[in-house]
């Protein structure tokens, strides 16, 4: 039996343990069965975490301590000031993520797409604190999560199929000089694109509109969040980047309908053409143009100018992004599929025995 505890965080529009909706349709795992629960019977203690569906990876970072913590989400006087929202949150003090959260603990925090960005930013607080927050904040009233310095560890990051440097589906819209809206594209794809985009749009509540996870998405927001993340030297590293693209020549990518589900046709194809300047100054090329539906898989890879290498599973060092190879799939089947049922028990007992025997 494992004594790390792996707890797994989903990405935007998601949902976890706490959502009733996990009871139908188990986001870990979707259409092929329960992961969690099969992977407690290997021996891996296995918790699905549920943080905002649509929040800022702060908003985010907040949510999954409170829940591992057994806490009231507090998301920082200063924050909340700053961004226009409410302070607190759901009350988690009697129904804990996990048991005996504290020194001694050793956490596995795995993150699809956006919960990526999500785990980072809490390893970074967890850690080394927030200072913005501590300088606005009277002591007795900070959240603990605030002060950094925690006794528990953090034995390994995963990040899946997660924008760790932005995505263009997100900066193409910015564009004035493309227009998404003209690149060709199966008839049939507009309405399950349009569905989608639905079904990945917030309802805006007030706040900033700087405190969704459509903001830090984007390629500008991703760069400037990585000078602020640490890559810590005792931490394991892993990434797994998707790819659901071939290339059809002078650079274009378009989508493998075998392996990229119907809702992902329209946005594969925008984003395997794209190529333009955010206004931040970066050069999106060709190389941007491989993709799994919704995330480049460049940017899956690594945080640009991290220490980073191919996984050699003889040679696993920690504070180095290990690169896994490319999982042939769409964003989504690498957790169940969207649509298509996907068996991905064998994909995460073969990587949680890795992290495991490290």
């Not at 918790?47 to 998301?75: H, I, T």
């Not at 509109?209 to 394991?236: G, K, W």
Request: glycine share 10%.
């Amino acid at each position: 039996m494992s004594s790390l505890k792996f707890v797994f965080v989903h990405g935007l529009s998601g949902w976890g343990s706490y959502d009733e909706k996990n009871k139908k349709k188990p986001y870990w795992g979707m259409k092929s069965g329960d992961l969690i629960a099969f992977l407690r019977e290997k021996g891996f203690d296995s918790y699905a975490a549920s943080v905002s569906p649509f929040g800022s990876a702060w908003d985010r970072a907040c949510e999954l301590y409170a829940q591992l913590s057994g806490r009231r989400v507090d998301y920082g006087k200063q924050h909340s000031l700053k961004y226009r929202h409410e302070r607190f949150g759901r009350d988690f003090s009697g129904c804990p993520l996990i048991d005996h959260f504290g020194e001694g603990t050793e956490l596995v925090l795995i993150g699809h797409s956006f919960g990526g960005a999500t785990i980072r930013l809490f390893s970074e607080i967890l850690l080394h604190g927030a200072k913005e927050e501590i300088e606005n904040t009277e002591p007795e009233d900070l959240s603990p999560f605030f002060l950094g310095g925690s006794k528990v560890r953090i034995r390994s990051i995963v990040t899946l199929a997660s924008p760790l440097n932005g995505t263009t589906a997100y900066d193409m819209a910015d564009d004035e000089g493309f227009d998404p809206d003209k690149v060709k594209a199966p008839w049939w794809s507009d309405l399950l694109a349009k569905l989608m985009a639905k079904k990945l749009s917030a309802s805006m509540d007030g706040r900033d509109e700087r405190d969704y996870a459509s903001y830090d998405m984007h390629v500008d927001q991703a760069a400037e969040m990585n000078r602020h993340l640490t890559t810590f030297p005792d931490i394991y590293y892993f990434s797994v980047p998707c790819s659901s693209t071939k290339d059809a020549g002078n650079g274009i990518h378009r989508p493998q309908r075998k392996i990229t589900d119907p809702f992902f046709i329209r946005r594969s194809i925008q984003i395997g053409c794209y190529s333009g300047t955010t206004k931040g100054g970066t050069l999106i090329d060709d190389s941007w143009h491989e993709n799994d539906g919704l995330v480049n898989t460049i940017s899956a890879r690594a945080p640009f100018g991290e220490p980073q290498q191919k996984l050699d599973e003889k040679s696993i060092r920690p504070g180095v992004w290990n690169i896994c190879p490319v999982y042939q799939g769409d964003h989504m089947m690498i957790h169940g599929g969207l649509t298509r049922k996907t068996d991905v028990k064998d994909f995460y007992l073969k990587m949680l025995t890795m992290i495991n025997g490290l």
